[in-house]
């Protein structure tokens, strides 16, 4: 079997534009509870974040401390910001403040179980710092300043 160079040119043309056209979109913001008094509402934001992510195959993860927020949503470009569009307009949020928006090839939380981590606890915050210094480890230049400003913020929390 003769083979011709014409014969590769699909693969090369899925090699080259593959990353692009399966980017991953991430964005991190902050924001501060509207009503720190009700622990209802904290607790059913934290409680259905992660039902709400699935559906839109949304991954990341969301922190919870002494009224404030840190949320990292990844997935796609318009699955992302439609639900940060959202979370803007939800009451229960105030102050939303983009910190950081950027696109990845994979995810960075792709490996939890649900996709969405929503550390409720000392121990799971500590596998999400835990996380953070095994992605520094895969010496992705593109990644590590968003993990450089995750873990600042998160040493805060």
């Known amino acids: ?25 991430y964005l991190i913001y902050v924001s501060d509870s509207s009503d720190l008094s009700n622990t209802e509402i904290v607790n059913d934001i934290l ?20 009224g404030n927020y840190l949320q990292l949503l990844e997935g796609e470009k318009e699955n992302v910001l439609k639900l940060f569009n959202k979370i803007k307009k939800d009451r229960r949020h105030k ?4 910190i950081l928006d950027n696109q990845s090839t994979n995810r960075l939380f792709s490996d939890y179980e649900s996709g969405f981590l929503v550390p409720k606890n000392k121990i ?28 600042k913020i998160l040493s805060n929390m």
């Open 1 to 25: 079997m003769n083979e011709s160079p014409a014969d590769y040119r699909g693969f090369l043309l899925y090699l080259i534009y593959y990353p692009i056209y399966f980017m991953f979109y």
């Open 95 to 98: 102050n939303v403040t983009q």
């Open 124 to 151: 799971v915050l500590e596998l999400l710092k835990n996380h953070l210094l095994n992605l520094n480890l895969l010496e992705n230049p593109k990644l590590d300043s968003t993990i450089l400003i995750l873990e």
């Open 47 to 66: 409680n259905n974040v992660a039902n709400w992510n699935t559906i839109l195959d949304i991954s990341g993860f969301l922190v919870y401390k002494d």
